[in-house]
């Protein structure tokens, strides 16, 4: 942190705030009916009004480009002094995005668009902006954050792990400083003291996964019921245990990076504290699940809801097992812990597979982020169904995490007394957003248009056909030079795809979980002439493929992909890796009828290739739907649980995340946000 920096650094003007956390009401779908014709014409005066802000950015640029950077310091400096007083007024708001634009371009070499000064209005007041991939999310950031750390307001720079979370405050931290801010990124090394001095900066980067942790840490410390005046009197007494320290100021102002992921994907696994059990029992409870459901037969005993990723236990089912449960006694004598076992021993020998959805490694089972194609080392499965795959897999049997409090994603983050956010995938989640978060989502046109081509998508009959076909693809690709990318869902299907390209000669690179140490080279040589990389969601969001200048003529990266994701914004997502910043690209997919997304259909629908595009489609919208119910569930489950972190005494252990904004608008289609209320430390 510069010298500059730390004479910046203020406090923030209210500590430790936070929102309610809001209700729902039965209310809120009239509400929505009745509004929506109001909000269209409201949306249009917004949009009249925003543009003229544009314009007025545009206006000061003539002028800050011939001031010297000790004048454009000072007119920081002024600005700030009037924004802590007044907030995020209109004109000030103005004048620090003509002056951040103009930073930027000294300092990072960057001039902000005027679609990307847009993209910063709307979030500043309170909204997700949808920007194509490769239009400069990351250096948009710098508006909306140091406008709110010019309002006193300490600022959360929220991304989905902690890699970018570093990229992305080295790449801004010039702009920043040369403003005066001070900033910092939370890792996973920081001590609890380490942390407190970062988050006493105005902007701190960290990935959800920290700073949900981070809060949840604080509120152990603060109790069910915070007493902030006793905290500040122990500070100040200089008597507070350095465990007991609150690391966050609170929360008032966030801005999600990729925020669908982080919002909507994350939100289907709480955050959990938990105690262990003792691993000799856990292993023994493994070994008998597994021998209740020896003999137990689908359909008769049992059926697969692979949707939703569990079991249903039949009449014919639950009474073999209570015979097998009379048998052995124990706990398996309890109706409930009984079936809740068996089931769950089903899940681990039908539903979860070595590959797709966990590997080991060091004789450990862990577990494969499905959006993100990443390894989640600190995570496991609850209920026993961790113990279960790793007595399965002949693995090491760990402890147990009892839950002893939760918390979801949802109820953190509609804490917050700002909230915005950015994405390239956003208006599959729209109403969501609207829903659980009041964030309505602004689509913000790209700067150049688009010149990426989608070639459509080829179904086969079966697996080794779609091998083939792809196969056949890249080699035809491969030898007019351009680069290839080949998007696949799991661990597995990548080295499938590997073995197919080794047989045919095909020289190409795997960027997968199980090599994420290569991670970083492979993704710098994948836009090279010639280059053929089989990729995971690891090569998705957040990467940027740089394309040889010489080969754009030839018509840039081809991206295929070899199957479906359970939510077409993933898919979205890997065809943005291709024209990016207006260059060429083309995309096209290649599917089977074998692929594992069609298992979710009933079986009653006839598997012909000729339907094959009707079937994915209907695949994934069955798979969303159960997705949205999941999280809707998991929100209500946590709002019945009543009391958040209600627990006293004895040994807890942050062990694992498994996983108010604005009201002024309600996404596109829908109110637009009020950005030009005075507002004073994030309160409306």
């Known amino acids: 942190m510069s010298e500059q920096a730390q004479m910046w650094s203020l406090p923030a003007l209210e500590r430790n705030a936070e929102r309610a956390d809001p209700k729902q009401h039965w209310l809120d779908p009239i509400e929505a009916v009745a509004t929506a014709a109001p909000s269209a014409l409201l949306r249009r005066l917004w949009r009249s009004r925003i543009g003229r802000l544009v314009g007025g950015v545009a206006a000061l640029e003539p002028e800050l480009k011939l001031a010297s950077d000790a004048r454009l310091a000072g007119r920081a400096r002024e600005i700030r002094a009037t924004m802590r007083r007044d907030g ?29 000064v847009l993209a910063g209005l709307s979030m500043i007041g309170g909204a997700v902006v949808e920007m194509d991939t490769g239009e400069g999310k990351t250096v948009t950031v710098a508006l909306p954050a140091a406008a709110a750390a010019f309002a006193g307001m300490p600022v959360h720079v929220v991304t989905v792990n902690e890699y970018l979370a570093e990229r992305d405050h080295r790449a801004l931290s010039p702009i920043f400083s040369f403003l005066g801010l001070s900033t910092g990124v ?21 990935s959800n996964k920290d700073i949900a942790f981070d809060y949840l840490r604080d ?34 102002f966030a801005i999600v990076d990729e925020a669908d ?8 696994t709480p955050l959990i504290i938990s105690r262990e059990t003792d691993v000799s029992e856990e292993r023994e409870w493994a070994q008998q699940a597994f021998r209740m459901i020896e003999d137990l037969e689908p359909d008769l005993h049992y059926r697969m809801r692979a949707e939703e990723r569990r079991i249903e236990l039949t009449d014919a089912g639950r009474a073999c097992l209570e015979d097998k449960g009379r048998a052995v006694g124990g706990i398996w004598l309890n109706r409930i812990r009984r079936e809740e076992g068996a089931r769950q021993a089903l899940s681990a020998t039908h539903i979860f597979r070595k590959g797709e959805h966990y590997l080991v490694q060091d004789g450990k089972v862990q577990i494969v982020d499905e959006y993100t194609g990443r390894i989640m080392p600190d995570r496991s ?27 979801t994603y949802q109820r953190f983050f509609r804490r917050y007394l700002t909230l915005c956010g950015m994405t390239g995938t956003a208006r599959e989640v729209t109403s969501e957003l609207w829903s659980v978060y009041r964030l309505g989502v602004v689509r913000i046109p790209p700067n150049v248009p688009s ?6 998508a080829t179904i086969c009959a079966n697996q080794d056909e779609k091998w083939r076909r792809i196969v056949e693809r890249v080699r035809a690709l491969h030898s007019s030079g351009r680069p290839v990318l080949i998007g696949t869902r799991s661990v597995l299907a990548s080295n499938q795809l590997s073995r197919s390209l080794m047989e045919a000669g095909l020289e190409h690179e795997v960027l997968n979980a199980e090599n994420v140490a290569r991670e970083a080279g492979i993704i710098a040589e994948a836009g090279r002439r010639g280059r053929i990389t089989v990729a995971t969601n690891m090569a998705g969001r957040g990467v940027d493929i740089a394309v040889d200048p010489d080969l754009l003529d030839d018509g840039g990266l081809h991206v295929i992909l070899s199957e479906l994701h359970d939510a077409g914004r993933i898919d979205r997502q890997m065809q943005g890796r291709t024209a990016r910043r207006g260059e060429p690209g083309t995309t096209e997919t290649v599917l089977s009828m074998e692929d594992p997304l069609l298992e979710l259909l009933p079986a009653r629908l006839p598997r012909s290739p000729q339907f094959g595009r009707v079937l994915f489609h209907l695949a994934q919208r069955r798979a969303e739907r159960a997705h949205r119910r999941d999280r809707r569930n998991l929100l209500a489950q946590d709002g019945r649980l009543g009391v958040l972190l209600a627990f006293s005494g004895g040994k ?20 637009p946000p009020a950005i030009f209320r005075q507002r004073r430390n994030g309160t409306p």
């Open 219 to 252: 509120r152990i410390a603060l109790g069910i019921r915070p007493n902030f005046l006793r905290t500040r009197l122990r500070e100040f007494a200089g008597d507070a245990d350095a465990s007991q320290r609150v690391a966050m100021r609170g929360l008032h």
């Open 451 to 456: 010149k990426r081509r989608d070639l459509g």
């Open 261 to 268: 992921s982080v919002l909507v994907d994350e939100a289907r």
């Open 652 to 671: 807890s252990d942050v062990s694992k995340v498994v996983g108010s904004a604005s009201e002024a608008h309600r996404g596109e289609g829908s109110s």
């Open 186 to 206: 939370v890792t996973n090394g920081l001590s609890p003291a380490e942390k407190v001095a970062v988050y006493a900066r105005d902007i701190v980067y960290a």
């Open 88 to 116: 995020l007024d209109e004109q000030l708001v103005v004048a620090l995005f003509a002056l951040v634009r103009e930073v930027s371009r000294r300092t990072v070499g960057l001039r902000h668009h005027d679609v990307q």
């Open 381 to 407: 499965w609850s209920d026993g169904l961790h113990q279960l795959i790793e007595f399965k897999e002949a693995c090491e049997t760990t402890s147990r995490k009892l839950p002893m409090a939760r918390m």
